[in-house]
């Protein structure tokens, strides 16, 4: 992987060039493991004209969280506590008499933006933008394949739950079964708070578990993701609870699944993101249901849980081959409940076999 890095910061060194700068300054946690391969607590990457430096507060711990370093790759831990490596950063930058400095503004606090400037007065501070976030656009096969294995973690979870006694049990309690299962099945943790959500709570999205318990007649929506290396998933399915699904649990389930798959279907190589997202939303609007619905229809998912691209009505670009997203549309009826159907996928073109379906627990309407 060593090269792998160095290839990336080569990438953005010719782009930081191209623009008129001398180095780079990567502050935001996701990019700068990205580039180096780690992202110990408080880190941050100069990507110099010639060389690059890892500035950290103190010495990596090794931890899986956070990653393994580029083997080629200096590391500097600053002397004195309560030291900011970024400022660290900024004042060699001025002591190799660099005239420019790009930073990733969106990520930088004022104060922290103001002591840069205190630090290297004379060092020109430009925007370096969203140019690392672009660059992990487009995954390689090994960042697949760990998003792959982190499906395969998630699936295993969810799977072992469902064939366990769930009546009675609190939404808080199966969140944390989950997430404990993540990690029995090798996840370094989950890749974000897991949610389950049952009767009226069911179908929302983002719902934080409560002690609500699960009852006979229940719709049970649970999302959750494993953490592998880094790399993050997301799964959501809807169940229910006990006996044979009421006429309007199926009616609305049939609809969401119909709308996903047609979310599913539009991920090819040039299909702009409104496009994906008018795929599914439109089947949900036609049923009377736009004032029920998300903003957006999925979206990238990598180093980090949310990244580019945004499937959403508003949304600039086109899809790339290589771009796993996902595609979770969903319907919640105050006071009912609802149903919310979450895959992750890789876009890749039709003569590859069209979309690459990573999470493949069922998605028919089991009850449980």
Known sequence: MSDVYAARRDLLRDRCAAAGNAAALITRPANVRYLSGASPLGAVLLVGPSEDMLFCAG???????????????????????????????ADL????RADSLAVEEHHL???????????????????LGTAVEQQRLVKDEEEIACLRIAAEIADQALGELLESILVGRTERHLALELERRLVDHGADGPAFPTSVGTGPHSGRSRHRPSDRRVEEGDFLTVCLGANYRGYRCEIGRTFVIGTSPADWQIELYDLVFTAQRAGREALLPGAAYRDVDRAARSVLDSAGHSEALAPWTGHGVGLEIDEDPQLAPTAMGKLDACVPVTVEPGVHLPGRGGVR?????????EADGGPELLTITTKELLAL
Do not use: Q, Y
């Not at 979450?342 to 890749?348: G, Q, Y």
């Open 93 to 96: 930058t001025a002591s190799l």
């Open 109 to 127: 606090t004022v104060a922290r933006h103001r002591a840069l400037r205190s630090v290297a007065p004379k060092l020109r501070l430009a925007d």
């Open 59 to 89: 010495a990596p711990t090794g931890e899986a969280d956070e990653g393994r370093l580029d083997e080629h790759l200096n590391a500097a831990v600053l002397g004195s506590p309560g030291g900011d490596p970024a400022v660290a950063a």
């Open 341 to 349: 159907i979450d895959d992750t996928l890789v876009v890749r073109p």
